[in-house]
């Protein structure tokens, strides 16, 4: 079983299994990285406990593995402070009982994910996506190898 956890402030990702490091790699961010996703559009990569739940081998950033963002947790604050309706909290909720894709077209935003595409600066991956998490295409490659369907994607500040 893999685990693959991402350090936003190191900007690493890592996948391990056991006590070992498989892979270990660099990553890019949303431009305003710092704190958790609130919203569609605030430019930050979520925080917390998600999982794979797409694979899309024809992305135009080389390879897409999408997280069951938003979560029921993300779900249950957003609602408690107005941002959803009662029907948006039920069908996030029930998609992830079911380990389905939660709708990604919410106030809090969706198609957040892994993919590559990465565009370096200096060496180091710059922060230019909408939310997800990038990795140089050599990479990505080597974590699609490892990373199905339900493989948990654990995202630190």
């Known amino acids: 079983m893999y685990t693959v956890y ?6 690493r990702l890592e996948l391990i299994s056991g006590n070992h490091v498989i892979i270990s790699c660099g990553i890019g961010l949303g431009p ?16 917390g406990r998600y999982a794979v739940c797409t694979r899309n081998e024809l992305s135009k950033y080389t390879l897409f593995l999408g997280l069951n963002y938003p979560s029921p947790n993300d779900a249950s604050h957003a609602f408690e402070q ?8 039920e069908a996030i909720r029930r998609a992830h009982f079911n380990g ?3 709708p990604w077209d919410t106030p809090l935003g969706g198609q957040i994910g ?8 200096g ?8 939310g997800c998490i990038a990795l140089h295409d050599n990479d990505i490659k080597k974590l699609w ?5 339900g493989t948990p994607v654990i995202i630190l500040p």
């Open 145 to 149: 190898t490892h990373a199905d369907i």
């Open 123 to 130: 060496g180091i991956l710059t922060d230019n996506t909408a």
């Open 100 to 102: 389905l894709r939660p």
């Open 6 to 11: 991402v350090y936003k402030n190191l900007r």
């Open 82 to 89: 107005g941002m959803i309706t009662s029907a948006e909290l």
């Open 32 to 47: 305003a990285p710092t704190g958790p996703k609130m919203f569609e559009g605030d430019g930050k990569t979520p925080e």
């Open 114 to 121: 892994i993919h590559g595409g990465g565009v370096e600066l």
